[in-house]
């Protein structure tokens, strides 16, 4: 496609000369992390590049990238790196002017990037850059900051590079947002990264977006489905910008993110125009993890949340290493690889457990979302340190995570503000989804079924059940646990769930502590419960034994996605025969 000629003004406002980021870009952690006898060799992935896209540039090997310290960009570093880059970072407005190609990977929100990009004079050269039709990749943020306008806590002008307002995503179409997962994309125009993405999904993540218009419609290179057709990607001349995370969706995206790195460095050919796509439903691939009584990091896995083996020895059941394991999933196509530290409620996450190092190797080779979870909440340690949940979460971003995963905190937030009626702004949950964002966490329930004979016994929501209970109950309410299923408190899931979202959480990972490792199908009328409650999505997860199961929470709930930990650990049942018999059922699985 001939590029035409850039028309726009910039619409940056206060534009200052020169001037250093915000933050260092690779932060270095203000928290203590004591390496111990945690070693690469020991830990890292013994698996190969799934797809040998690993090469050396020849030349100019360096990508510029503009990371403006406003969260996780670990993962586009590690892409860019796997694909034989190395990464120079912006530290001033001339390193972009100079750069020969430009990663511009947007996080946060987006009036406080363009607060930033304006007062670093970053929006500037940022502009004149593109207009100068030089090669750039804007991801997420990083397309939507070119439109002229955004609705995000706004308006707030954006760089005015393209016609547009930035807006969110419209919740009366019965949509869950954020629209996190995996679609597939219609191809409007020639986009020579997009040349080998056909039917294939990529990752989306986010609650913004902006539109297709007669204004825009030269810029467009595809659009996606989700309730309306929205702009996926734009492209003119060598100046591309995604919607999705290439570096989170994983062989495709890597292909996408090569063809920007080398253009030209294969024959074009004609893209694929891409079916009509409903957002995938995702299957989630999860690693309980905790130190075994000799101290190593483990893979464990519990009946009815207890890990430890029925022997005189009664050691904690060992099914693997995270980083390997969580290596072969994603090899074996799952859509996300969790990690929980199942003991985080007691052990201080950040201290010696080595889960921020499983985390960094994990990703250097993972390109799918990383969740972690256990522990988030604040913390004082042995020397008197406080660390807040942010500070936690935060390290846990930096290592790689792109979703943190909040259990016992969360359900003292909820208990507390059920109770009050006020949101204080500081619970954890509320304080990191103000910084990352709602899409980056997860709250994790651990509930309890609680058989009733009649439903109105108690103060909180009971659901008529399937198939009754040991002494012929036809009701149960759903207790919520902490600290790992030792402690039941006064509320049940339905309460929780609906109180969690309202203080901002993006996602509900909902557990079942009667179904959990026991291999007999999610619990139905939980998950109906939930998934019906909320609007943000929920993931089902406890009790998957069979690839039918999957596609009975499928068609019975409106649960997004499916986690299994027991029959992926034990090789019962691959993550690929799970998905291969989701699409034979007519259920859309990333392929
Ligand atoms: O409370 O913020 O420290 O978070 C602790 C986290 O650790 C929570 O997400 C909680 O669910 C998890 N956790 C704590 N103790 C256990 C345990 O098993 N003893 N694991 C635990 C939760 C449930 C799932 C499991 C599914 C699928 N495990 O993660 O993977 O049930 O299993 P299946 O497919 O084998 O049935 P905080």
Redesign the pocket.
Do not use: E, P, R, T
């Given at each position: 496609m001939e590029a035409p000629p850039f028309s726009s003004s910039c619409s940056s406002s206060s534009l200052s000369s020169t001037a250093r980021l915000l933050s260092s870009p690779s932060p270095s952690s203000s928290l203590l992390f004591r390496r111990n006898s945690f070693s690469k060799t020991h830990y890292s992935a013994k698996f190969k590049s799934p797809r040998n896209l690993s090469v050396r540039a020849s030349g100019d090997s360096v990508v510029t990238l503009l990371d403006y310290g406003a969260g996780n960009v670990r993962s586009v570093r590690n892409a860019i790196r796997y694909l034989g880059f190395d990464i120079k970072d912006v530290q001033a407005p001339e390193d972009i002017l100079k750069a020969d190609r430009l990663v511009f990977p947007g996080v946060g929100a987006f009036a406080a990037a363009m607060d930033v990009l304006n007062k670093n004079g970053m929006a500037e050269a940022l502009c004149s850059y593109i207009e100068k039709d030089r090669p750039f990749l804007g991801i997420c943020l990083g397309l939507q900051l070119l439109f002229e306008s955004s609705e995000e806590n706004g308006p707030v002008n954006g760089l005015g590079l393209i016609p547009g307002v930035v807006g969110r995503f419209d919740l009366s179409n019965g949509f869950r947002v954020p629209h996190i997962g995996w679609n597939a994309l219609q191809i409007k125009n020639d986009s020579e990264i997009l040349d080998d993405i056909g039917n294939r999904h990529v990752y989306f993540v986010h609650s913004y977006r902006a539109m297709p218009s007669d204004d825009n419609k030269e810029w467009i290179s595809s659009t996606c489905n989700y309730g309306d057709n929205f702009i996926a990607s734009i492209r003119r001349g060598n100046v591309h910008a995604v919607q999705f995370h290439p570096e989170k969706s994983g062989d495709v995206g890597l292909s996408i993110l090569r063809r920007f790195l080398y253009p030209k460095s294969t024959t074009t050919k004609k893209p694929t125009e891409g079916k009509a796509s409903k957002l995938a439903k995702r299957v989630i691939a999860?690693l309980?993890v905790r130190a075994n009584d000799k101290g190593d990091l483990v893979v464990t896995?519990?009946d009815q949340?207890d890990?430890r083996e029925h022997t005189e020895e009664n050691e904690v059941r060992n099914l693997g290493k995270p980083v390997e394991l969580a290596g072969q999933y994603y090899i074996d196509g799952a859509d996300e690889v969790s990690f929980?530290?199942?003991t985080?409620?007691r052990d201080f996450p950040l201290g010696d457990l080595p889960m921020l190092q499983v985390l960094r190797y994990t990703s250097e080779n993972v390109f799918v979302p990383l969740t972690v979870?256990?522990?988030?909440r604040d913390f004082t340690d042995a020397n008197g340190r406080h660390y807040t949940s942010l500070e936690v979460a935060s390290e846990y971003f930096r290592s790689g995570a792109d979703k943190i995963?909040?259990?016992?905190?969360a359900v003292y937030a909820a208990e507390e503000y059920l109770r009050t009626g006020v949101k204080t702004g500081k619970t954890s949950l509320e304080q990191i989804s103000r910084v990352y964002g709602n899409q980056a966490v997860v709250v994790?329930i651990?509930p309890r079924r609680v058989y009733l004979k009649n439903p109105n016994d108690v103060e909180f929501k009971a659901v008529k059940l399937e198939n009754p209970g040991p002494n012929g109950e036809e009701y149960a309410w759903y207790q919520c646990t902490?600290?790992?299923?030792r402690e039941g408190r006064p509320i049940g899931a339905y309460e929780l769930a609906k109180a969690v979202e309202e203080l901002g959480a993006g996602e509900i990972?909902l557990?079942c502590i009667d179904?959990?490792?026991?291999g007999k199908g999610f619990d139905i009328d939980l998950i109906k419960l939930i998934s019906d409650a909320v609007s943000i999505p929920v993931i089902a997860?406890?009790?998957?034994g069979a690839v039918e199961h999957f596609t009975e929470v499928f068609r019975k709930t409106n649960a997004s996605a499916a986690?299994?930990?027991?029959?992926f650990h034990r090789k019962e049942v691959p993550v690929q025969s799970v998905k291969e018999h989701l699409l034979k059922e007519g259920i859309e699985v990333r392929i």
């Open positions: 999860c309980d896995k519990g949340y890990v929980l530290n199942i985080g409620f979870g256990g522990g988030i995963s909040i259990g016992s905190d994790s651990d902490v600290n790992g299923g990972l557990n179904c959990d490792g026991q997860s406890s009790g998957a986690l299994a930990a027991g029959i």
